[in-house]
């Protein structure tokens, strides 16, 4: 006999109960929605584009100065948030652009080449959504040995080149970017001793197209995850019964979006990661409960729909609770010692393993009930009735 947390001979009328709870769930996922249209998502770098800077200071620094030295070295889009335990005085610098140099620059930059090689240039490439770069190519065996000639050149207009990279029939001129502005003015302020001496931990640069496809790659994702498990669950259960995992997912994805809408933390990759997570442990949940339900089905021939359910839930009760315990108790360690992205990734989870425990009792469930009360059939519940799956 395996542990036991809840009695079974003491039946909690959970299916009596149902309309409270989906009502709630209702207008909870409801107020969500509205939310999210309203007020949108605090997208990451992944799929907004532009700059992510993780810098860790040696000493306390506040937040408003910090920004307002971003704003001063000329980043008028920045958002600047504290990441980890107040004592770690790590924070996010975003900034929605990957490039320091503007069309001006460029142009200033190819005037100069053209007056240094007259006809022998051939093209000059800019686009602001690949970083700090040109791309230069000469007249065919024009562009050989000439970098330094092409540094002087670029130089000449302000612009610090960092690295030139020979490429066929020219040279892949790499400038100065955000991250190298960022530092500088992060050390003038050392220098000064208004700020405590800081360290670039972490730098992402993502163009906003590229943004933009990881969005909706992730978004696909996440509802193929809901299809593939639709097909598997009515393939094994009946159509009413996969209506009801789909019901249950969908609630379970809303409240983990509105910790990341209240919240305001970054929607991201990580994001994705953990929606699908959900989806898994959601159905995995709800698919005890179904196979308990079919096999009470085969033995208690003459008992309705709802009084079965009631029953299944009941008998899986403990291992249900039991799971979710113990997935929390797994992902405790990154809520407690997380920072940034891990933490994000351990409270959604979190939150995930709640949501996902109560909608396979509350939600999956009592949605089956309705379907079949929808037509006609609640019942007594036989086994061609409870779709039993061939062996």
């Not at 065919?140 to 040995?145: I, T, V």
């Not at 030139?164 to 003015?185: E, H, L, P, W």
Request: hydrophobic content about 50%.
């Amino acid at each position: 006999m395996g542990f036991k947390l809840f009695n079974e001979a003491r039946q909690i009328d959970f299916i009596g109960k149902r309309n409270v709870f989906m009502a709630i769930s209702g207008i909870l996922c409801a107020l969500i929605v509205v939310g999210i249209a309203a007020f949108g998502f605090n997208w990451g770098v992944d799929f907004a584009g532009g700059s992510e800077i993780e810098v860790r200071f040696d000493a306390t620094v506040d937040v408003a100065k910090l920004r307002k030295v971003m704003e001063s070295a000329g980043f008028d889009d920045v958002t600047v948030q504290e990441v980890g335990q107040s004592d770690e005085n790590s924070f996010l610098i975003r900034i929605g652009r990957i490039s320091m140099l503007s069309q001006a620059d460029a142009d200033k930059a190819k005037a100069a080449l053209e007056g240094k090689f007259a006809g022998a240039l051939a093209s000059f490439d800019f686009n602001p959504d690949y970083g700090d770069k040109f791309e230069i190519r000469f007249q065919k065996g024009q562009g050989s040995g000439v970098a330094e000639s092409v540094r002087e050149a670029i130089e000449s207009t302000g612009i610090t080149v960092q690295d030139i990279r020979a490429v066929a029939d020219g040279y892949s001129v790499i400038t100065s970017g955000i991250s190298d502005k960022v530092a500088a003015a992060l050390e003038a302020e050392h220098a000064k001793g208004e700020m405590a001496k800081a360290e670039l931990r972490r730098v992402d640069f993502v163009g906003p197209q590229v943004g933009e496809q990881l969005r909706n790659q992730g978004i696909l994702a996440v509802i193929y995850a809901a299809l593939a498990i639709l097909a598997y669950v009515a393939l094994r259960f009946e159509t009413r019964f996969a209506s009801g995992a789909i019901v249950s997912i969908i609630h379970d994805v809303i409240i983990v979006l509105g910790y990341f809408l209240i919240t305001r933390r970054e929607f991201n990759l990580t994001t994705v990661a953990v929606l699908l997570t959900i989806v898994g442990y959601s159905v995995n949940d709800t698919i005890v409960i179904y196979d308990r339900i079919r096999e009470n089905a085969g033995k208690l021939k003459g008992m309705n729909l709802a009084s079965l359910i009631n029953l299944s839930i009941n008998q899986t009760l403990s291992r249900t609770v039991l799971t979710g315990v113990t997935t929390m108790i797994s992902v405790l360690g990154l809520i407690i010692f997380g920072i940034g992205q891990l933490f994000d990734f351990a409270m959604a989870m979190i939150i995930g393993v709640i949501v996902g425990t109560y909608s396979s009792i509350f939600i999956a469930c009592p949605t089956s009930l309705f379907l079949e009360n929808l037509r006609g059939k609640e019942g007594p519940a036989t086994p061609a009735q409870e779709g039993q799956a061939a062996a």
